[in-house]
């Protein structure tokens, strides 16, 4: 524990040197006047993020089987209160997930809640890659970029088109990886039953509840969705109303691809500045600009880091023995 928070330590003074570095070289008071741009407006764009933890409780609720039934508020309530552990601490998902689950479980058992979870989040996962690779190869199609970037782009979408395959080997295969592993851990061989248990839900869930997949599936394509929708909204408030939709499309998916490669940095604090003026100013749109919308989106993001704070902190999930996550 010593060494994660460390870890977590280092990696965050690392950011936020990153950050000043950032700052210093493109000029602080050019992004000042971008920033006050946006103005008011920062309330609809936390109302944004808000909306994108709403869709993807929606799709939580979706993957929960009768006989249980997970309400959309506490779901929305635990996937703000895991994003947040998520955010500060290196191990990203690896704590967040499993918190959203326990957050639930006086309402929907542990383990129904965390085999929904997992199934929702196959289907984020496989959309977000999508979403990656679909970007990567507008932004060669459409704009001129250094032979790296376009490595970096057959990269992701070879990349892409390998998790899918996985994705149906298991499928088809159903190999029981994780309890097959806790049985062969002797600390951990007791778990290995419920595990196993687990892992064929998750691999029949299609076959038993294939008429919710559209509407999980819609609900995940909602989240990118409003996640474009806010870069498009900021570009327009510093200043680029002709900006084409497809640049915002573009810079979500850069987004996303951020989050995946720098989620042990807690709240990517420098390199989604760094990473997005890098962006920008690869589309023409100068590297101020990308610094100016990093900075809205980790004011978004703060919002609801520190609402899921304070949620987890009236839940006593950090104050009571039993409850710890």
Known sequence: MRKLNATGVLTALAGLALLAWVISRVGAAEIAADLAQVGWVLVVIIAIGGG??????????????????????????????????????????????????????????????????????????????????????????????????????????????????????????????????????????????????AEQQ???????????????????????????????LTLRLLGYASVPFLTSFILETANRLIQVVFKVVPLRLGVDEAATAWFTDLLGLGPTTGVALAIVRKVRVLFWTTAGGLLLIREGLFTHPDKQV
């Open 52 to 197: 994108r933890f709403l869709l993807r409780a929606l799709a939580w609720q979706f993957c929960v089987d009768a006989p249980h039934r997970l309400r959309l508020g506490d779901a929305f309530t635990a996937a703000v209160c895991g994003d947040a552990l998520g955010n500060l601490t290196p191990l990203g998902p690896i704590v967040g997930e499993p918190a959203k689950a326990a957050f639930v479980r006086r309402r929907v058992p542990l383990g129904a809640a965390a085999t929904a979870l997992a199934i929702e989040n196959v289907f984020y996962t496989l959309s977000a890659a999508a979403m990656i690779a679909s970007g990567m190869v507008a932004l060669v199609f459409f704009f001129r970029v250094p032979p790296s970037v376009r490595s970096i782009s057959e990269a992701a979408v070879i990349a892409t088109l390998a998790l899918f395959a996985v994705a149906l080997w298991f499928l088809w295969r159903q190999p029981a990886i994780l309890s097959r592993a806790l049985g062969a851990t002797p600390k951990l061989a007791r778990h290995a039953n419920r595990m196993r248990i």
């Open 202 to 232: 998750i691999y029949s869930f299609a076959a038993r509840s294939g008429s919710r997949i559209p509407a999980i599936v819609a609900a995940e394509v909602g989240f990118h969705a409003l996640g474009v929708a806010e870069i498009y």
